[in-house]
């Protein structure tokens, strides 16, 4: 008989190429996001994607809006 072995995935977040560990399990992605202004201000209007599963962790990806000035 095969065993399953169930295991919770941990969080972690992408902003260009850069992996952020998550800072607080218990926030929301957007609650995380706007922990994260402050040490990345360009993701306060970046787009949030995911989870996509990575190994043993779930990755959410923050994804700078491409867009024009004026």
């Not at 990345?40 to 000035?69: C, N, S, W």
Request: a neutral charge; glycine letters at 8%.
């Amino acid at each position: 008989m095969a065993t399953v072995t169930a295991s919770v995935l941990r969080r972690e977040f992408a902003y260009n190429g850069t992996v952020i560990p998550d800072p607080n399990p218990s926030l929301s992605p957007e609650q995380v996001r706007d922990t994260l202004v402050a040490a990345f201000p360009e993701i306060a209007t970046a787009a949030l994607a995911g989870p996509e599963v990575k190994g043993d962790a779930a990755r959410y990806t923050f994804t700078r809006a491409i867009g024009t000035k004026g």
